[in-house]
């Protein structure tokens, strides 16, 4: 029966005036109650809904155990009824609007949103009391009254829950379909088709949280397949980075709704409800993650335990954890200003445990991509091949500092230890080191951290330390206008602190990277390079970065191999984590064509950073210069992965391309190459050997013609010229070219 021909007609005792809605699970229609004079709302189900008499006796069952339910933000059921084959269900009538009428408009408030989501707690906790899960909650199940009162709709979705595990399961129509609920607010163990229970309530209501307090889907892709494969297994984007301004408590309540694991989920609708009336009465909420819960002892009695169970617990541990991601501490101030705070405690742990010898620790560049978001230890273990995930949280009140650690098994997400440490903020660099002395007998490690000074390649002016970062952001993007910036950072960060180590090192990797990638003559760049290097030596002899600059600049302008060695060797000696320095060390054995040892150490390279991008693009090389081109191929398209549209991929592609004689192949990939990098000089040159060689001789010597007008007012590699003549056939010109290289100390000529 059309959904239409209701209005106008009589059901039960319950005439049709309107159609409000239309939805999966029926027509919903505003009518008249001719028994006892009120509007109501009826809902027709689809015809087929209710197969036989038997499912209508189930239904009603489930309607009459809704209809217990009575609180002011949830729908009131009054009845069930069934009339000529038409099955309905007859509700209160509540004027206004849907949530997701008025989200239209965009987010709310922040004040807004805690307000309604306390109401929205409210009702699931009185329905959680009765035994009654919703499974479909979303902005278009609650309703706003123009009082401002939010009630829940629609737990016509909802079931009975068992008591206990051993009663007899009860069939409802909340069972007849293998998922239930609307894809977006669905959590990942409904999208699993695992048993939905009130946890699941939590993560819906997260996800309407989230949507209210920045005006997105926490979760958005458009194709069904990959919404549900983000929700299932990726985080959502933090809801400050999409609006600046919401309160971190207001966030923190918000991810601990739409945490992967239920157990991390709030237990009960009285722990939501409490962190939101928190809010809403200006008293941060307690909102945090915890493994391992304390209901009711008191804290004598919970240190007992804890020291029981600790002493048990190492006892029956396993092996040595030798591999650590310490993951950026979160910036639980309200303060965004505040981030270098947080990033630099993260900082100072990750380059003091880097000096352990028998322990890997993933770079800064991978484990910083994960900043910002809600973080599953074993997803993180997993992705970056480590045994154990240290996370923290960094507060900030007056001149006080709060910093909370956590360390995690990443094999089974177990809780290994923690930490709170309150200090002044004169104190800060002091706590990493705090938290870095007990790093190493907590992963059960033989070595430990000496106990000496601070050491003086950092700064402790929190300005100079941004610029140093924002330098080496720059610096990561390889690009003409990246590198000239980062070093333009760089060179301010020293003049707020003439000292700083690491920024010379800095300074000498953007000068050192300038030269190899073609962008300044070699006697404008590796000289620099050598002087920020040599200064930073001066300042910190013990800087691993500046000795693999240094090693670069000996190898690429002054030919000295055995020294350039000597500086890599020292360089990883003193910082076997360094992974930069076994990607240039890497790479100097490739031009010695000792293919094997390079494999070995772009290999740990991408151990160390398996994130980063230059070091996923380079990693082919031994591979392709000895021929394993299938290898090559696995290692760049994994690298794809991380960015499709890194410049360096494309280079990398088009060699193994020219390798394997598929010079078409190449040509499309160097063409990407120069639209990703900028237009780089390097790039249009490969491009003109690589059509030289696939026999489009013309085109080659059009962008030949185009580079020496270009060296007419900017430097170009006289070995790139000399590389197209030689493509072209033209001996003499080529070896006129190669001559100019040589006098300007290329590195390609060796």
């Given at each position: 029966?059309?959904?239409?021909?209701?209005?106008?007609?009589?059901?039960?005792?319950?005439?049709?005036?309107?159609?409000?809605?239309?939805?999966?699970?029926?027509?919903?229609?505003?009518?008249?109650?001719?028994?006892?004079?009120?509007?109501?709302?009826?809902?027709?189900?689809?015809?087929?809904?209710?197969?036989?008499e038997s499912a209508r006796r189930r239904f009603r069952r489930e309607a009459l155990a809704l209809a217990r339910l009575n609180h002011p933000n949830v729908e009131t059921i009054h009845e069930f009824g069934s009339q000529d084959g038409v099955d309905f269900l007859v509700t209160e009538y509540i004027p206004g609007t849907t949530l997701d009428a008025k989200l239209l408009a965009g987010a709310l408030p922040h004040r807004e949103v805690a307000r309604l989501g306390e109401q929205l707690a409210?009702?699931?906790?009185?329905?959680?009391?009765?035994?009654?899960?919703?499974?479909?909650?979303?902005?278009?199940?609650?309703?706003?009254?123009?009082?401002?009162?939010?009630?829940?709709?629609?737990?016509?979705?909802?079931?009975?829950?068992?008591?206990?595990?051993?009663?007899?399961?009860?069939v409802s129509i909340s069972e007849s379909q293998q998922l239930t609920g609307t894809l977006p607010y669905m959590s990942p163990e409904q999208l699993q088709g695992e048993s939905a229970d009130t946890r699941s309530d939590f993560w819906s209501a997260g996800a309407v949280l989230y949507e209210m307090a920045t005006g997105q889907r926490p979760f958005s892709a458009r194709v069904p397949t990959a919404l549900a494969a983000d929700i299932i297994h990726k985080p959502p984007p933090p809801p400050r980075s999409l609006k600046a301004d919401l309160p971190a408590p207001l966030e923190a309540v918000i991810l601990k709704c739409l945490e992967k694991n239920p157990e991390w989920r709030y237990q009960s609708a009285q722990e939501l409800r409490v962190d939101l009336e928190r809010l809403t009465a200006g008293t941060a909420p307690v909102a945090t993650t915890k493994r391992i819960r304390w209901k009711t002892l008191g804290g004598a009695a919970a240190a007992l335990v804890l020291l029981v169970v600790g002493a048990v617990y190492w006892s029956m541990r396993g092996p040595t954890l030798n591999s650590l991601a310490v993951l950026p501490f979160a910036n639980a101030s309200a303060d965004p200003s505040l981030e270098y705070l947080s990033d630099g405690i993260t900082d100072n742990i990750i380059n003091s445990v880097s000096q352990l010898p028998n322990l890997k620790v993933i770079s800064r560049a991978s484990t910083f991509r994960y900043k910002g978001q809600a973080i599953d230890p074993e997803v993180v273990g997993r992705d970056l091949r480590v045994g154990a995930v240290l996370t923290g949280r960094v507060a900030h009140q007056g001149d006080m500092l709060t910093i909370s650690v956590e360390l995690v098994d990443a094999s089974d997400d177990t809780h290994i230890w923690g930490e709170q440490y309150q200090r002044a903020m004169s104190g800060i660099f002091a706590i990493g080191e705090d938290i870095t002395r007990q790093l190493p007998s907590k992963l059960r490690l033989k070595s430990s951290i000496s106990e000496k000074q601070p050491s003086t390649s950092s700064t402790r002016n929190a300005e100079a330390y941004k610029l140093y970062l924002q330098g080496r952001y720059y610096w990561n993007k390889r690009t003409e206008e990246g590198l000239k910036k980062s070093i333009q950072y760089f060179q301010n960060a020293l003049e707020l602190d003439p000292a700083y180590s690491l920024a010379y090192a800095g300074l000498a990797d953007s000068y050192d990277i300038m030269g190899a990638y073609r962008i300044l003559a070699p006697e404008d760049s590796y000289p620099r390079a050598k002087e920020a290097a040599k200064r930073a030596l001066e300042l910190d002899h013990g800087l691993a970065e500046a000795h693999s600059s240094l090693a670069l600049a000996r190898a690429s302008y002054d030919w000295n191999w055995a020294e350039a060695e000597k500086e890599y060797k020292r360089a990883i000696q003193l910082n076997p984590n360094y992974a930069t320095a076994h990607q240039w060390y890497g790479l100097f054995l490739l031009l010695q064509r000792r293919y094997d040892e390079a494999d070995m150490q772009m290999k740990k390279a991408a151990e160390l950073d398996p994130l980063s991008l230059i070091i996923a693009a380079e990693s082919a090389g031994p591979a392709i210069l000895a021929g394993r081109y299938d290898e090559a191929l696995r290692i760049l398209r994994k690298a794809q992965e991380i960015d499709p549209d890194f410049f360096v991929i494309h280079e990398s592609f088009a060699d193994l391309y020219e390798a394997k004689g598929e010079h078409a192949k190449a040509v499309a990939e160097l063409q990407l190459m120069i639209k990703t990098s900028g237009g780089s000089p390097w790039a249009s040159a490969s491009l003109a050997v690589a059509h030289a060689l696939a026999g489009n001789k013309s085109a080659a010597r059009n962008i030949l013609d185009h580079l020496e007008r270009e060296a007419q007012h900017r430097y170009i590699s006289a070995y790139e010229i000399a590389s197209i003549y030689a493509a072209l056939g033209d001996g003499e010109k080529a070896l006129e070219a190669l001559g100019r290289s040589l006098d300007e100390r290329s590195l390609y000529n060796v």
């Open positions: 029966m059309a959904a239409a021909n209701h209005i106008g007609h009589v059901l039960g005792h319950y005439r049709i005036l309107e159609q409000l809605g239309a939805g999966g699970m029926g027509v919903v229609y505003r009518a008249h109650d001719e028994q006892l004079d009120r509007d109501v709302a009826v809902k027709v189900l689809p015809l087929g809904t209710l197969e036989d409210q009702g699931l906790e009185a329905a959680h009391e009765q035994g009654l899960v919703h499974r479909d909650l979303k902005p278009a199940n609650l309703r706003l009254t123009s009082r401002g009162t939010l009630k829940v709709l629609d737990f016509g979705l909802a079931q009975l829950m068992a008591p206990n595990k051993g009663s007899e399961l009860t």
